[in-house]
Protein backbone atom coordinates (compact mmCIF):
# COMPACT_ATOMS: atom_id res chain seq x y z
CA UNK A 1 0.00 0.00 0.00
CA UNK A 2 3.21 2.12 0.83
CA UNK A 3 3.77 1.96 -2.97
CA UNK A 4 0.00 3.15 -4.09
CA UNK A 5 0.36 5.87 -1.76
CA UNK A 6 3.69 7.05 -3.45
CA UNK A 7 2.50 6.66 -6.52
CA UNK A 8 -0.55 8.90 -6.25
CA UNK A 9 2.27 11.19 -4.81
CA UNK A 10 3.81 11.09 -8.38
CA UNK A 11 0.49 11.24 -9.99
CA UNK A 12 -0.54 14.32 -7.92
CA UNK A 13 2.35 16.06 -9.25
CA UNK A 14 2.02 15.06 -12.44
CA UNK A 15 -1.25 17.27 -13.18
CA UNK A 16 -0.10 20.11 -15.38
CA UNK A 17 -1.16 23.08 -17.85
CA UNK A 18 1.05 25.49 -19.48
CA UNK A 19 2.88 25.82 -22.57
CA UNK A 20 6.41 23.96 -23.14
CA UNK A 21 9.23 27.20 -22.88
CA UNK A 22 12.19 27.81 -24.25
CA UNK A 23 13.60 30.54 -22.60
CA UNK A 24 14.23 33.79 -24.37
CA UNK A 25 17.36 34.37 -26.16
CA UNK A 26 18.21 30.51 -26.36
CA UNK A 27 18.87 29.00 -29.73
CA UNK A 28 16.47 26.35 -30.64
CA UNK A 29 18.90 23.52 -31.36
CA UNK A 30 18.22 20.61 -33.66
CA UNK A 31 16.40 17.57 -32.41
CA UNK A 32 18.77 14.27 -30.96
CA UNK A 33 17.81 11.18 -30.96
CA UNK A 34 17.26 10.47 -26.86
CA UNK A 35 17.41 7.74 -24.51
CA UNK A 36 14.68 7.72 -21.93
CA UNK A 37 13.68 4.54 -19.55
CA UNK A 38 10.24 3.56 -17.39
CA UNK A 39 10.02 6.70 -14.96
CA UNK A 40 9.31 4.82 -11.13
CA UNK A 41 9.19 6.70 -8.11
CA UNK A 42 12.85 6.76 -7.03
CA UNK A 43 13.88 6.78 -3.17
CA UNK A 44 16.37 6.91 -1.68
CA UNK A 45 18.70 3.89 -0.38
CA UNK A 46 15.41 1.85 -1.69
CA UNK A 47 15.78 1.72 -5.47
CA UNK A 48 17.49 2.74 -8.32
CA UNK A 49 15.92 3.67 -11.89
CA UNK A 50 14.22 0.42 -12.99
CA UNK A 51 16.35 0.16 -16.33
CA UNK A 52 19.28 2.02 -18.40
CA UNK A 53 18.07 4.95 -20.12
CA UNK A 54 18.63 2.84 -23.65
CA UNK A 55 15.19 3.12 -26.23
CA UNK A 56 15.02 6.32 -27.87
CA UNK A 57 12.41 8.99 -27.36
CA UNK A 58 9.31 9.04 -28.90
CA UNK A 59 9.19 11.99 -31.59
CA UNK A 60 6.77 13.40 -29.68
CA UNK A 61 9.31 14.16 -26.70
CA UNK A 62 12.10 15.21 -28.89
CA UNK A 63 12.94 19.00 -28.23
CA UNK A 64 13.47 21.38 -30.63
CA UNK A 65 9.83 22.45 -30.83
CA UNK A 66 10.17 26.56 -30.10
CA UNK A 67 8.01 27.72 -27.81
CA UNK A 68 7.21 30.38 -25.50
CA UNK A 69 9.42 31.97 -22.86
CA UNK A 70 6.99 31.68 -19.50
CA UNK A 71 7.15 34.69 -17.39
CA UNK A 72 6.73 33.09 -14.50
CA UNK A 73 10.00 31.16 -14.42
CA UNK A 74 12.22 32.19 -16.96
CA UNK A 75 15.50 30.19 -16.74
CA UNK A 76 18.03 30.83 -19.77
CA UNK A 77 19.20 27.16 -21.25
CA UNK A 78 15.85 25.19 -19.77
CA UNK A 79 13.72 23.40 -21.32
CA UNK A 80 10.88 23.58 -19.22
CA UNK A 81 6.68 23.65 -18.64
CA UNK A 82 5.23 25.90 -15.44
CA UNK A 83 2.75 23.23 -14.02
CA UNK A 84 -0.05 23.63 -11.77
CA UNK A 85 0.56 24.37 -7.74
CA UNK A 86 1.38 21.02 -6.42
CA UNK A 87 -0.49 20.56 -3.08
CA UNK A 88 -1.53 17.58 -0.68
CA UNK A 89 -0.34 14.35 -0.75
CA UNK A 90 0.00 11.94 2.48
CA UNK A 91 2.14 14.09 4.69
CA UNK A 92 1.47 17.39 5.87
CA UNK A 93 3.22 20.19 4.62
CA UNK A 94 4.41 18.57 1.17
CA UNK A 95 3.22 20.46 -2.07
CA UNK A 96 5.11 23.03 -4.78
CA UNK A 97 3.47 26.42 -4.87
CA UNK A 98 5.52 27.58 -8.39
CA UNK A 99 6.41 24.11 -9.92
CA UNK A 100 7.94 24.01 -13.11
CA UNK A 101 8.40 20.56 -15.03
CA UNK A 102 12.21 20.66 -16.45
CA UNK A 103 13.09 18.20 -19.12
CA UNK A 104 15.91 19.07 -19.97
CA UNK A 105 18.56 22.13 -20.33
CA UNK A 106 20.41 23.30 -24.03
CA UNK A 107 24.08 24.25 -24.22
CA UNK A 108 25.32 25.59 -27.37
CA UNK A 109 24.14 23.50 -30.12
CA UNK A 110 23.67 20.71 -27.42
CA UNK A 111 20.67 19.15 -25.49
CA UNK A 112 20.63 17.07 -22.21
CA UNK A 113 17.23 15.35 -21.40
CA UNK A 114 16.22 14.09 -17.94
CA UNK A 115 14.94 10.76 -18.85
CA UNK A 116 11.69 11.75 -17.44
CA UNK A 117 10.64 15.48 -16.69
CA UNK A 118 11.42 16.24 -13.25
CA UNK A 119 8.82 18.17 -11.04
CA UNK A 120 10.85 20.86 -9.25
CA UNK A 121 10.12 24.43 -7.87
CA UNK A 122 11.09 27.27 -10.15
CA UNK A 123 14.06 28.15 -7.88
CA UNK A 124 15.48 24.49 -7.31
CA UNK A 125 15.35 24.80 -11.20
CA UNK A 126 17.35 26.97 -11.23
CA UNK A 127 19.77 25.91 -9.35
CA UNK A 128 19.63 22.60 -10.98
CA UNK A 129 19.76 24.13 -14.44
CA UNK A 130 22.29 26.23 -13.32
CA UNK A 131 24.51 23.09 -12.57
CA UNK A 132 24.13 21.40 -15.76
CA UNK A 133 25.11 23.87 -18.05
CA UNK A 134 27.59 25.44 -16.34
CA UNK A 135 29.34 22.45 -14.49
CA UNK A 136 28.12 19.25 -15.46
CA UNK A 137 28.11 19.72 -19.71
CA UNK A 138 31.53 21.33 -19.54
CA UNK A 139 33.11 18.76 -17.72
CA UNK A 140 31.76 16.02 -20.09
CA UNK A 141 33.01 17.72 -22.56
CA UNK A 142 36.68 18.00 -21.10
CA UNK A 143 36.69 14.07 -20.36
CA UNK A 144 34.69 12.81 -22.71
CA UNK A 145 34.34 12.29 -26.72
CA UNK A 146 31.06 12.47 -26.59
CA UNK A 147 28.09 15.51 -24.82
CA UNK A 148 25.81 14.22 -22.28
CA UNK A 149 22.69 13.15 -23.33
CA UNK A 150 20.35 11.77 -20.96
CA UNK A 151 20.36 12.63 -17.31
CA UNK A 152 18.79 9.75 -15.49
CA UNK A 153 17.63 10.89 -12.50
CA UNK A 154 14.13 10.56 -10.08
CA UNK A 155 10.80 12.59 -10.72
CA UNK A 156 12.41 15.12 -8.09
CA UNK A 157 8.91 15.83 -6.08
CA UNK A 158 7.59 13.26 -3.92
CA UNK A 159 5.87 13.68 -0.66
CA UNK A 160 7.45 11.61 1.65
CA UNK A 161 10.21 11.71 4.55
CA UNK A 162 13.76 11.85 4.82
CA UNK A 163 14.98 8.23 3.75
CA UNK A 164 11.29 7.27 3.56
CA UNK A 165 11.45 7.22 7.78
CA UNK A 166 7.77 6.88 9.49
CA UNK A 167 8.49 10.04 11.12
CA UNK A 168 11.00 12.68 10.91
CA UNK A 169 11.22 16.16 8.53
CA UNK A 170 9.84 16.11 5.46
CA UNK A 171 12.23 15.12 3.13
CA UNK A 172 13.53 18.52 0.67
CA UNK A 173 11.49 15.94 -2.29
CA UNK A 174 8.46 16.75 -0.89
CA UNK A 175 9.16 20.69 -0.91
CA UNK A 176 10.37 20.45 -4.56
CA UNK A 177 13.62 21.50 -3.67
CA UNK A 178 15.92 18.18 -4.12
CA UNK A 179 16.99 16.04 -7.15
CA UNK A 180 18.70 12.08 -7.19
CA UNK A 181 19.99 12.06 -10.05
CA UNK A 182 21.75 8.33 -10.81
CA UNK A 183 23.29 8.38 -14.18
CA UNK A 184 24.86 10.08 -17.40
CA UNK A 185 24.04 8.58 -20.78
CA UNK A 186 26.38 10.33 -23.11
CA UNK A 187 25.03 10.92 -27.02
CA UNK A 188 27.38 7.79 -28.31
CA UNK A 189 25.12 6.00 -25.46
CA UNK A 190 28.26 5.63 -22.90
CA UNK A 191 27.03 5.51 -19.16
CA UNK A 192 28.50 7.03 -16.78
CA UNK A 193 27.37 5.29 -13.34
CA UNK A 194 27.35 6.52 -10.01
CA UNK A 195 26.82 3.14 -8.67
CA UNK A 196 29.12 1.57 -10.78
CA UNK A 197 31.73 4.53 -11.61
CA UNK A 198 31.98 6.81 -7.86
CA UNK A 199 35.51 5.94 -6.73
CA UNK A 200 37.32 4.72 -9.89
CA UNK A 201 40.91 6.07 -11.31
CA UNK A 202 39.02 6.56 -14.41
CA UNK A 203 37.48 9.17 -16.42
CA UNK A 204 34.41 8.57 -15.44
CA UNK A 205 35.41 8.10 -12.41
CA UNK A 206 37.12 11.98 -12.18
CA UNK A 207 33.98 12.97 -14.07
CA UNK A 208 31.79 12.28 -11.06
CA UNK A 209 34.70 13.45 -8.49
CA UNK A 210 34.25 17.24 -10.35
CA UNK A 211 30.85 17.42 -10.58
CA UNK A 212 30.29 16.44 -7.19
CA UNK A 213 32.80 18.81 -5.84
CA UNK A 214 31.13 21.98 -7.96
CA UNK A 215 27.85 20.58 -6.90
CA UNK A 216 28.32 21.61 -3.27
CA UNK A 217 29.12 24.81 -4.16
CA UNK A 218 25.71 25.48 -5.77
CA UNK A 219 23.53 23.11 -3.02
CA UNK A 220 23.22 23.25 0.46
CA UNK A 221 23.10 19.30 0.50
CA UNK A 222 25.01 16.98 -1.80
CA UNK A 223 25.28 13.31 -1.04
CA UNK A 224 27.00 10.49 -3.10
CA UNK A 225 28.05 7.19 -2.36
CA UNK A 226 30.70 8.23 0.22
CA UNK A 227 27.79 9.62 2.68
CA UNK A 228 26.34 6.46 3.17
CA UNK A 229 24.84 3.12 1.73
CA UNK A 230 21.92 5.13 1.05
CA UNK A 231 23.44 7.13 -1.60
CA UNK A 232 25.97 4.48 -3.15
CA UNK A 233 23.79 4.63 -6.07
CA UNK A 234 23.36 8.29 -6.67
CA UNK A 235 23.96 11.97 -5.78
CA UNK A 236 21.46 13.82 -4.47
CA UNK A 237 21.10 17.08 -4.25
CA UNK A 238 19.09 19.77 -2.15
CA UNK A 239 18.28 23.50 -1.18
CA UNK A 240 17.36 22.83 2.20
CA UNK A 241 18.21 25.06 5.14
CA UNK A 242 21.14 24.03 7.63
CA UNK A 243 21.84 25.84 10.25
CA UNK A 244 20.44 28.94 11.96
CA UNK A 245 21.12 31.13 9.15
CA UNK A 246 20.65 28.03 6.41
CA UNK A 247 24.51 28.29 5.53
CA UNK A 248 25.72 25.28 6.54
CA UNK A 249 26.49 22.80 3.78
CA UNK A 250 26.49 19.15 3.64
CA UNK A 251 29.51 18.25 1.09
CA UNK A 252 29.27 14.60 1.37
ZN1 LIG B 1 17.07 12.44 -2.77
Redesign the pocket.
Known amino acids: MRLVSKLRCVVLAGTFFGLPALAVGEAVPEAKPLATMQQEP ?1 L ?1 GVDTPPTKPQAPDSPGKTPGVRSKALAACVIPGALLDVAEPVAGGRHDGCGIADPVRLSGVVRGGDVAKFSAPVTVSCEFAKVLTGWLRQDVLPEAERAFDSPVAVVAS ?1 PGYQCRRRNNRPDGKL ?3 ALGM ?3 IAQFQLADRSDVSVEKDWGAKTEKGRFLKAIHAKACKRFTTV ?1 GPDADPDHRS ?1 F ?3 TGCHGQDCTYIICQ
Open positions: FEGSEHAIDLHHLD
